[in-house]
T-cell receptor, first 114, second 113 residues
Framework: GESVGLHLPTLSVQEGDNSIINCAYS??????FIWYKQESGKGPQFIID?????DKRQGQRVTVLLNKTVKHLSLQIAATQPGDSAVYFC?????????????FGKGTKLSVIP | EPEVTQTPSHQVTQMGQEVILRCVPI?????FYWYRQILGQKVEFLVS????????KSEIFDDQFSVERPDGSNFTLKIRSTKLEDSAMYFC???????????FGPGTRLLVL
């Protein structure tokens, strides 16, 4: 079946540097993508989203890029802080036949080195 | 800021027992979801609920599972006869409309012994 996956399972970044977390998706019909942050023992926390008719979206210190040609999604975190340490999931909101469940990737663990 | 809440935060039960996990979605939301996350694995969709009925369910959501919205605020997940493999974090989520961000609760950690 179609799925969402991540290229890198772990990422270590020096505090103050920029972080880039990547995600590949296979469902070309997906309309909507979301990045979630999950801290240990907590639920997924919304970071930023992007619709399939966009290439880029910026938030506060975060930017999501969508490349539909190669079915690739990335999350960029500027000036990474210790509080950014968490597991980051990309999630795809399926479309078609009323299916709007989120399909999550396995996650990338971001560790920020002080 | 409104948020999804879940109770209990932790639940330990014996295999074969029934458990009910409770969620209070964000008040103006219309679509409700349950997901689960087995330790170390990705979050998996269980069921979606709209207008007092299930709109979609996954293969995981078998006859042992049921959902209910008993009043205007609570949304529950019942597992009738728990199995060891039901041990996981269970997350409730809600959203206002389809194709919008789903907001997650803090989860209930279920341990089946």
């Amino acid at each position: 079946g179609e799925s969402v996956g991540l290229h890198l399972p772990t990422l270590s970044v020096q505090e103050g540097d920029n972080s880039i977390i990547n995600c590949a998706y296979s469902n070309s019909a997906s309309d909507y993508f979301i990045w979630y942050k999950q801290e240990s023992g907590k639920g997924p926390q919304f970071i930023i989203d992007i619709r399939s008719n966009m290439d880029k979206r910026q938030g506060q210190r975060v930017t999501v890029l969508l490349n539909k040609t190669v079915k690739h999604l990335s999350l960029q975190i500027a000036a990474t802080q210790p509080g950014d340490s968490a597991v980051y999931f990309c999630a795809e909101l399926g479309s078609g036949a009323g299916s709007y469940q989120l399909t999550f990737g396995k996650g990338t663990k971001l560790s920020v080195i002080p | 800021e409104p948020e999804v809440t879940q109770t209990p935060s932790h639940q330990v039960t014996q295999m074969g027992q029934e458990v009910i996990l409770r969620c209070v979605p964000i008040s103006n939301h219309l679509y409700f979801y349950w997901y689960r996350q087995i330790l170390g694995q990705k979050v998996e969709f269980l069921v979606s609920f709209y207008n007092n009925e299930i709109s979609e369910k996954s293969e995981i959501f078998d006859d042992q599972f049921s959902v209910e919205r008993p009043d205007g605020s609570n949304f529950t997940l019942k597992i009738r006869s728990t199995k060891l493999e039901d041990s996981a974090m269970y997350f409730c989520a809600s959203t206002t409309i389809l194709l919008e961000t789903q907001y997650f609760g803090p989860g209930t950690r279920l341990l089946v012994l």
